[in-house]
T-cell receptor
Framework: GQQVMQIPQYQHVQEGEDFTTYCNSS?????IQWYKQRPGGHPVFLIQ?????EVKKQKRLTFQFGEAKKNSSLHITATQTTDVGTYFC???????????FGTGTQLKVEL | DTGVSQDPRHKITKRGQNVTFRCDPI?????LYWYRQTLGQGPEFLTY????????KSRLLSDRFSAERPKGSFSTLEIQRTEQGDSAMYLC?????????????FGEGSRLTVL
C-alpha cells in the first residue's frame, strides 16, 4: 500500500534558525496537504498543493510539491517558539478520498 | 459551536469490553473520516463516509471495529472486545465536497486506554 515517509523524525533548532522537513511518497500523489499538530492538540490544516512543481508561501513558511508529484517539502525561515509542533504531510492518490498521512517531523525550538 | 466535536474525550476500559465513540462533524460537511493515532505516529486512516455511505474502510480495521453514520450527520465508531493494542487517540475529521482546499477539519479526539 501507499507509504508516506518524512525526514527528519525530530529536529531541535535554536530560535531564529531555519527548518526543513521532507516528505516522500511511494506512489504518485494527486495533491499534497500539510498539517501542524501542537503538543496535545489535533492536526490543523496549513495548505494544499496540487500542481507539479508548485511552490506556495505563507509568511515564513514555504511549501513545495515535487515535479514528479511524489515528494514535497516544508521550509520555515527564522523559526519562532510558536512553530513548535509536529508537521505532517498527507496525500491523496488517484481519485480516491483517502488521505494518507506521513510519519511526521517533530520540531522543537529552543530560546 | 462550529467545529468537529468528539465524545468522550477520554475513555479507560478493561480488555474485552466494548467502547463507542461519537463524532459530530461541522454541520454542512458531507464527508466524515475516522483516523487512529498512536504516540509519535501520524494519523492512520480507518474509514470514510460520504453522507451516510461508508465508501472506504482500511484493511487494518479488524472485524471488531465498526463505524456508522446513519443519517449522514453524526457518526459512531464501536470497538468490540477491546485489546491493549487498541489504546490510541481516535480522531474524527470532516470536510465538504467541492472545497478548493480539500481541508480536513479534525476534532480534539477521543483517547482510549485499554487496561
Amino acid at each position: 500500500g501507499q507509504q508516506v515517509m518524512q525526514i527528519p523524525q525530530y529536529q531541535h533548532v535554536q530560535e531564529g534558525e531555519d527548518f526543513t522537513t521532507y516528505c516522500n511518497s511511494s506512489t504518485t500523489l494527486s495533491n499534497i496537504q500539510w498539517y501542524k499538530q501542537r503538543p496535545g492538540g489535533h492536526p490543523v490544516f496549513l495548505i494544499q498543493l496540487v500542481k507539479s512543481g508548485e511552490v506556495k508561501k505563507q509568511k515564513r513558511l514555504t511549501f513545495q510539491f515535487g515535479e514528479a508529484k511524489k515528494n514535497s517539502s516544508l521550509h520555515i525561515t527564522a523559526t519562532q517558539t510558536t512553530d513548535v509542533g509536529t508537521y505532517f504531510c498527507a496525500g491523496h492518490t488517484g481519485g480516491g478520498n483517502k488521505l494518507t498521512f506521513g510519519t511526521g517531523t517533530q520540531l522543537k525550538v529552543e530560546l | 459551536d462550529t467545529g468537529v466535536s468528539q465524545d468522550p474525550r477520554h475513555k479507560i476500559t478493561k480488555r474485552g469490553q466494548n467502547v463507542t465513540f461519537r463524532c459530530d462533524p461541522i454541520s454542512e460537511h458531507n464527508r466524515l473520516y475516522w483516523y487512529r493515532q498512536t504516540l509519535g505516529q501520524g494519523p492512520e486512516f480507518l474509514t470514510y463516509f460520504q453522507n451516510e455511505a461508508q465508501l472506504e474502510k482500511s484493511r487494518l480495521l479488524s472485524d471488531r471495529f465498526s463505524a456508522e453514520r446513519p443519517k449522514g450527520s453524526f457518526s459512531t465508531l464501536e470497538i468490540q472486545r477491546t485489546e491493549q493494542g487498541d489504546s490510541a487517540m481516535y480522531l474524527c475529521a470532516s470536510s465538504l465536497t467541492g472545497m478548493n482546499t480539500g481541508e480536513l477539519f479534525f476534532g480534539e479526539g477521543s483517547r482510549l486506554t485499554v487496561l
